[in-house]
Nanobody
Framework: QVQLVESGGGLVQAGESLRLSCAAS????????MGWFRQAPGKEREFVVV????????YYADSVKGRFTISKDNAKNTVYLQMNSLKPDDTAVYYC?????????????????WGQGTQVIVSS
């Protein structure tokens, strides 16, 4: 099993930045890809970004490309999501997810492990 714990959410104004963290524990050696998703009230969970756990390629949703950056601290088994130039449309609960299988996947159902989520609210 893999446990994921997100943190770093909060309330910010449009144009400001936040950095989310996702700490992984347990059978982290089994992780192949890590993704961030978000879910706004009344909407389906949507893909934000995905990366290979051991480094390499990343893939971003068009809506966040150029504003969000995913990174990883190998020593801490923690993945970060740096979010800049935030917009009210970025308001959502943000989830990190881990998947043992290969390939960069963008569909929530393709991920085996999920964190509890962290709320991000961007005011206008």
């Amino acid at each position: 099993q893999v446990q994921l714990v997100e943190s770093g959410g909060g309330l910010v104004q449009a144009g400001e930045s936040l950095r989310l963290s996702c700490a992984a524990s347990g059978r982290t050696f089994s992780i192949n890809t890590m993704g961030w998703f978000r879910q706004a009230p009344g909407k389906e969970r949507e893909f934000v970004v995905v990366m290979y756990w051991r480094g390499g390629s990343t893939y971003y949703a068009d809506s966040v490309k150029g504003r969000f950056t995913i990174s990883k601290d190998n020593a801490k088994n923690t993945v970060y999501l740096q979010m800049n130039s935030l917009k009210p449309d970025d308001t959502a609960v943000y989830y990190c997810a881990a998947e043992p299988r290969g390939q960069l996947r963008t569909t929530p159902r393709d991920y085996a492990y999920w964190g509890q989520g962290t709320q991000v609210i961007v005011s206008s």
